[in-house]
């Protein structure tokens, strides 16, 4: 049962609804979103937790009727003045049942003890654990092939990210146990605030959006998991960021990198971005966020993204499929080639010493110098 769950949902109603269920030792936890159809200014939501870790749950939750965006609850006497006909529900008996095609979602809705009606879903949570569906271009199978690729891009358009291996398009956060993206803003981004802001010379003031974004990107390049990845503007590092791990074995002769690249203008061009990870449909937007107290950023050409979507890949290859384009291309080197791109990386100025202003990146660089065999 747990996971990202997503789907349409009919009956007296209709639009979309998420579900984003964690697990715990012996329950689990999570929150539902509604979005109707038509209603771009407010999200019906429900928190909710099981009694056991079963296939299958009746629960009675609190319904609350937040703004879109922002996880604040609008009082009821203000939708009363607002929508003076209109009925909201106080109350649903909220059923989940995992089945094979996915899980159904039912909830009858109450005000007080009138009821107003039911509505269903049957949802899914997408692919995101398992092998990447994405296929490698073929006409560039090797480094060189690479760079006379990349040399004949057009400027500016593309951004860039380097995996070290052949995984899904994932974010740190989904990448864990957890999936309650209201949780982690409500919860882990005060918890951190209060110890990291003890710990730089900057105070960020989270209320402030532009400080809040570099706060995550703070928190991100320090590796604690979060709903963004990073991305370069340049083919070069993220090329660097593919083959800097090295095995501590033996290396298979087989084993491949991955470099992702994004079409950032067509994306930009053919979507509006959104800059919340909580009360908002599915979207994966571009970030730029400041680079407080991050010295990395800079010298990293770095771009971020923001999402709340755990399977990436499929949701940009059905954007893409739904706009006739292609945003998202992959492509996979021979990681035997490491020793020869990081020595030909370096002579660019793309090497730990750049990337990594201070003493850990010196040593990086040096170590792969002098200890290159």
């Known amino acids: 049962m747990r996971g990202q769950w997503q789907g349409r949902f009919g009956g007296y109603s ?12 012996d329950h689990y936890a999570g929150r539902a979103c509604v979005f109707e159809d038509n209603n771009d200014h407010s999200v019906y939501v429900a928190a909710f937790r099981t009694e056991d870790k079963g296939d299958h749950h009746r629960v009675i939750v609190r319904i609350q009727i937040q703004q879109y965006r922002d996880a604040v609850e609008v009082p009821r006497h203000v939708l009363a003045d607002t929508f003076p006909n209109v009925i909201f529900p106080t109350h649903a ?38 092998k ?30 380097g995996q070290p291996v052949v995984n899904r398009l ?16 409500a919860v882990d981004i ?7 802001t003890s710990k730089t010379r900057h105070y960020f003031d989270l209320r402030d959006n532009i400080q809040n974004a570099a706060f995550w990107n703070l928190l991100q390049h320090h590796g ?53 990870v909580v009360n908002v449909k599915p ?16 010298p990293q050409q770095a771009v971020c993204s ?7 890949e499929d949701y940009l290859d059905r954007c893409g499929k739904a706009a006739n384009k292609t945003y998202l291309r992959v492509f996979e080197l021979p990681y035997l080639e490491r020793g020869s791109v990081l020595s030909e990386l370096r002579l660019m100025g793309v090497a730990a010493g750049s990337l990594f202003p201070g003493v850990d990146g010196a040593c990086e660089e040096m170590k792969l110098k002098n200890f290159h065999s």
């Open 14 to 25: 209709h639009g979309e609804l998420t579900i984003e269920i964690d697990e715990y030792d």
């Open 93 to 130: 008996e909220f059923d989940l049942k995992v089945l094979r095609k996915g899980l159904r979602a039912t909830a009858i809705t109450r005000h007080d003890t009138q009821t107003l009606g039911t509505i269903s879903s049957l949802m899914t949570r997408g692919s995101a654990e398992r």
């Open 190 to 196: 005060p918890q951190l605030h209060g110890i990291v």
């Open 283 to 298: 979207h994966f937007s571009l970030l730029y966020p400041v680079a407080l107290e991050n010295p990395r950023a800079l």
């Open 224 to 276: 604690y998991p979060t709903p963004l990845l990073d991305w370069t503007n340049s083919p070069y590092v993220a090329a660097y960021f593919a083959f800097r791990e090295k095995t501590q074995i033996a290396p298979d002769p087989n084993r491949k990198i991955r470099i992702f690249m994004f079409d950032r203008a067509a994306w930009l061009n053919d979507f509006g971005q959104v800059y919340s």
């Open 132 to 161: 990447s569906k994405l296929i490698a271009d073929k006409k560039v199978r090797s480094w060189e092939k690479f760079k006379q690729m990349v040399g004949g891009m057009e400027h500016d358009r593309f951004i860039f990210r």
């Open 306 to 312: 923001i999402t709340t979507v755990d399977d990436v």
């Open 170 to 185: 994932r974010t740190s956060f989904h990448r864990t146990n957890r999936r309650d993206l209201h949780l982690f803003q």
